[in-house]
Each structure stands twice: as structure tokens, then as C-alpha cells.
């Protein structure tokens, strides 16, 4: 809910509590731009964007071992696919629609509509009677304040918050990269903090 510094301390107010610690790690998804506000990095603006699901029966896992995408869309977004998960299920979606409440959760009747239509042209075995539910999600986007697009994410540590890594605006892909992304973030306390390798862990 607020975070100062004094004495190089960091202090994070919560609703549970307050925190004190020598560094921050923003990760905070659909409100890192706020976070980042209240460590003193202004001017970003995060996006929610809405993604609409169903959730098929197991039985339809054994139809499909891979994702299956649609050519990519002009502005580089996939549109619906199908995705088969750990468990047998297939995952028919996402939608994507802009939203400004990021708590709204609900699912909406011509999202699902679309998604029978998209569905069926990505999973060939796809049939109403195997949906099991429906779900949705929301992803966070950093948009340009002047194209208003949507614009890659920012993994930084800057002089304005000493001993804090800003990771603003992280979506989609920051799970695949999840990775790639903590080495950088590593890369970056090493910059300024020495760090050494516990052999035990």
C-alpha cells in the first residue's frame, strides 16, 4: 500500500503488515506501474487485457499432443488456439479484450460464442458436450503513452530506486522466459551488491 527508504531501508507498508529490507523486487504484475510509482519510477501505464477460456474433458486429450496455433495476426498476436495441459485436458482460447477492471473475471456469452467457432477450427474433435467450464484471465500489457500500442516489457534497476529491480508489465511470455528473465534480474544485483552461490540449495 506505500513504500519509503531511509537509512537505505526500505519500508513496505501492507495490509497485513510492514516490511523492512534492503531490496525490492517489483513483480507484481497487472500493478507493477504502481508499485514502481511508489518506489519513485514513474510513467508507465499497464494494460489489462481479458483472455476468455474453456476447459475440455480428459477424454478429449488423447486427440492432441501440441499446442495448435493460427497464423499469426498483423499485430503479432496468435488469437485462439488449442493447448492441451498436463492433465489431458484441452484449453480452447484466449479471447483478448481490454479491460479497465482488473478484478473482472466473468466470462461473456459472444466471447464463448467466438470461441466454439475458433475452436473448432483449431481442434478439429472439438464438440459442446465437452466443455467441462469456462474461465478467464487477465494479463498485463505495458502501452506506449503516445501509440497507445502495446510495448515489450521492462526489466530494470535504475538511480531513482536504489537497490530495487523494476520488472514492469510482464504478460504472456514472462512465464516461458521466466528464466532468462531471473538470470537478468541476478545480472542486475550483481551490478551493485556482491552475490554468492549457496552450494547447498
Do not use: C
Not at 83 to 102: A, H, K, Q, R
Not at 104 to 126: H, I, N, Q, S, W
Not at 173 to 183: E, K, N, Q
Amino acid at each position: 500500500t506505500a513504500i519509503s527508504r531511509e537509512n537505505d531501508i526500505y519500508e513496505i507498508q501492507t495490509v497485513k503488515d510492514v516490511y523492512e529490507t534492503r531490496w525490492v523486487v517489483n513483480s507484481a504484475g497487472l500493478n507493477s506501474a504502481v508499485i514502481s510509482s511508489m518506489l519513485g519510477i514513474d510513467g508507465y501505464t499497464i494494460g489489462g487485457f481479458k483472455g476468455e477460456y474453456f476447459v475440455l474433458d480428459k477424454n478429449t486429450g488423447k486427440y492432441m499432443n501440441m499446442p495448435v496455433y493460427p497464423a499469426p495476426r498483423p499485430d503479432g498476436g496468435f488469437g485462439i488456439h488449442a493447448t492441451p495441459t498436463m492433465d489431458g485436458n484441452i484449453l480452447i482460447g484466449p479471447s483478448s479484450e481490454y479491460v479497465d477492471d482488473f478484478e473482472d473475471y466473468g466470462v461473456t456469452p459472444p466471447v464463448m460464442e467466438d470461441l466454439l467457432t475458433e475452436g473448432a477450427k483449431m481442434f478439429k474433435p472439438f464438440r459442446k458436450e465437452d466443455i467441462i467450464r469456462s474461465f478467464s484471465g487477465i494479463r498485463p500489457k505495458l502501452i506506449d503513452k503516445e501509440t497507445k500500442k502495446p510495448i515489450d516489457f521492462v526489466i530494470e534497476r535504475r538511480e531513482e530506486a536504489p537497490n530495487a529491480i523494476n520488472l514492469v508489465g510482464i504478460e504472456s511470455p514472462g512465464l516461458t522466459s521466466a528464466l532468462p528473465i531471473a538470470r537478468r534480474a541476478v545480472k542486475l544485483f550483481m551490478e551493485v551488491e556482491i552475490l554468492t552461490i549457496n552450494e547447498n540449495f
